[in-house]
């Protein structure tokens, strides 16, 4: 005996005609074409009552895209790695930082003259 394992043969999960008659009627639809700056064309459909967002992210590159043909969004500036002492020379200029180096030199200095050095 040669046996499937199946009740009902030839049939699967989700085969056989499904029509609108089924599913119910498929909503208005509006399809919407978005481009990016590395000119690839996207067809987005949207339904009808929906609000069509002004961009899209390509789905080919990860970059911003937008209905203008003729003007697409130009790709996001990357900033590169800041390090933290990158982040503390932006906000001291180096009459600053000197005038901090010495201070904290010459508290130093006192704790060692007097003793008080904590480990």
């Known amino acids: 005996m040669a046996g499937g394992g199946s ?8 085969a056989g005609p499904m029509g609108e008659a089924e599913r119910g009627e498929a909503a208005p639809r509006q399809s ?3 481009f990016c700056s590395h000119e690839h064309r996207t067809l987005i459909a949207f339904a009808i009552e929906a609000v069509v967002p002004e961009s899209w992210d390509c789905p080919r590159c990860g970059l911003p895209a937008s209905m203008d043909s003729d003007n697409p969004p130009p790709a996001p500036k ?6 933290h ?15 901090i180096l010495n201070e904290a030199l010459s ?13």
């Open 7 to 14: 009740a009902i043969r030839g049939s699967r999960i989700g």
């Open 78 to 83: 990357i900033e590169p790695y800041k390090t």
């Open 107 to 119: 508290t130093l200095r006192q704790r060692r003259k007097s003793g008080d050095l904590i480990f």
């Open 85 to 99: 002492l990158a982040y503390v020379k932006e906000r001291r200029s180096d009459a600053e930082a000197k005038d």
């Open 32 to 34: 919407i074409t978005y």
